[in-house]
């Protein structure tokens, strides 16, 4: 507590002597506003005239925000470049700050803290230049929780663990033991030192998204792995395409797993390392078909959704998670095929039915898909927020469960399920909402043995029997007008016809035959 008040003190006995000095210069209009009782003290008149104006003796608060009640420093926005580095100018705040933002200011270099800061649980400083970092910067906010450096310049030859050291001396160590959160995405980061996270011994959140890793390097690898009690891990936009093996070991408590926007062809093996693993985000990768995810028995939410290649989700793509209970499976706009067998393996004996995760969640808009297999999911009345507009359904009887069954089954909980669920095929249903099927107990027609939609053969069999009506008497008088028409007879053939006159042929097909010559 002494820290705290000598600082205080210091600074009130500067601003009593400033306004002694000042005292003859007073206006008399600003001394009424402040009147002080006639039997009052002289040494309470002289302590009670500077009470008024204590908050704003401070320079910080005349370029930031001050919110006594909050116990906040809002420097946000202020094109600020420094972070106020002068002891002197925090000890006259007149109270004990628990948050401060420095973001969006000009800041390059970061100063050591004050000790007066050491009551500060969250610091700010993203979206600035900062490309370097003392050591020891954060030495004096020991009660310090969370600290943001992202959307900044750092590199990772700048970057040391000495810049999250805190006190030490041979006989007393105390590293920064309350840090729970370091952000440091948006920055130039390749790789990270191995002992980057030694004096951050309780962090649990580590983010590194936006940083171009393009691989995890051993050194980079020791690292995270010597943070034993990280439960979330951010690599999302690190153009990483392989997870080292055991990594996801060590980190026994790891939670959320954040794999967004990388190279991955496939899910990476290395999950299976992972022992509490809950969430887990592999969007935007270069899947193609879906290859089965290594089984994680706690994960409860799978996030897999923007994958511009994705076309199929084969079975037992997710059998290996068996605690699935959030599936969100969205904007894959290739997708059209996932696998009515995609959530579960097939029973082994014994066993005579499939065990399927308890799927709560289940997000499918915005795909490819035209056909939703009924099995997919054990019980689609447990499915308590499910999206499936925004996909070219085709209305045929295969999808006759969806009108009949799955929309009045789902709308007795959310009214609003069947909003933008249109029928795409075939072409004579085209736009037309499954809800009205639905209302209307629409009995949707099957495709026949070919494959080929009989609404649209009917279109082809008008056509040929008005073809035919109209091609018989169009022959027939073809014919009747040949044979009235001697200009219309082909050459060759009129000589083969009967000549009418006396029903005898024309003499002009015979020709007589030479003599044979006489061989005797």
Not at 457 to 481: F, K, S
């Amino acid at each position: 507590m002494w820290r705290r008040t000598i600082p205080f003190l210091a600074c009130a006995v500067l601003a009593l002597g400033a306004m002694a000095a000042d005292q003859d210069a007073v206006k008399p209009a600003e001394a009424a506003k402040a009147p002080v009782p006639a039997n009052a003290s002289n040494a309470t008149k002289a302590v009670a005239a500077p009470a008024a104006p204590a908050k704003e003796s401070s320079i910080i608060c005349e370029s930031c925000e001050c919110d006594w009640d909050l116990k906040l420093v809002n420097c946000v926005g202020k094109n600020l470049n420094n972070h106020f580095p002068n002891p002197e100018d925090w000890a006259c705040l007149n109270f004990q700050p628990l948050e401060i933002r420095f973001d969006s200011n000009e800041l390059v270099h970061v100063l050591p803290f004050t000790r007066a800061l050491d009551t500060v649980e969250t610091l700010t400083m993203s979206h600035n230049h900062i490309a370097k970092i003392e050591d020891g910067a954060f030495m004096n906010l020991s009660n310090v929780v969370v600290i943001d450096l992202s959307h900044n310049h750092l590199t990772s030859e700048e970057l040391s663990p000495h810049i999250f050291q805190g006190h030490y001396a041979p006989e007393n160590y105390e590293p920064l033991e309350r840090l729970r959160v370091l952000r440091l995405n948006s920055n130039a980061l390749h790789s990270l030192h191995p002992d980057l996270f030694e004096h951050l011994p309780r962090l649990e959140e580590i983010y590194l998204d936006s940083n171009p890793f393009k691989v995890i390097d051993r050194n980079t690898h020791i690292a995270l792995t010597s943070a034993p009690y990280l439960k979330v891990l951010d690599l999302s936009r690190t153009m990483i395409g392989k997870l080292p093996e055991h990594l996801l070991h060590t980190p026994r408590h790891l939670q959320r797993l954040l794999l967004a926007g990388n190279a991955f062809p496939n899910p990476p093996e290395g999950l299976a390392d992972s022992h509490e693993l809950q969430y887990l985000d592999l969007s935007e990768n270069p899947f193609t078909v879906l290859s089965a995810l290594p089984t994680m028995k706690n994960l409860t939410t799978l996030v897999i959704s923007h994958c511009p290649n994705l076309t199929e989700v084969p079975k037992g793509a997710f059998a290996g998670l068996p605690a699935l209970t959030h599936l969100y499976l969205h904007d894959n706009h290739r997708l059209n095929n996932i696998n009515a067998s995609a959530l579960v393996e097939p029973p082994e004996p014994p066993a005579e039915t499939h065990v399927y995760p308890p799927i709560r969640t289940l997000h499918l808009h915005d795909n490819a898909l035209g056909y939703l297999e009924s099995s997919l999911v054990a019980r689609w009345d447990q499915v308590r927020d499910i999206r499936l507009d925004g996909n070219p359904w085709v209305c045929d009887c295969e999808n006759q469960w969806m009108v009949q069954t799955l929309l009045p089954t789902l709308e007795r909980t959310n009214v609003t399920f069947s909003a933008g669920l249109k029928c795409a095929q075939p072409i004579e249903m085209r736009d037309r909402a499954l809800h009205s099927l639905e209302v209307k107990h629409y009995h949707m027609r099957c495709l026949d043995r070919l494959g080929n939609q009989p609404e649209r053969d009917a279109p082809l069999l008008v056509g040929v029997l008005v073809g035919v009506l109209l091609a018989a008497p169009a022959t027939l008088a073809l014919v009747l007008l040949w044979r009235r028409c001697p200009a219309l007879a082909v050459p060759g053939i009129s000589k083969l016809t009967r000549s009418r006159r006396g029903g005898e042929y024309s003499s002009a097909i015979y020709k007589a035959a030479e003599t044979e010559p006489d061989f005797i």
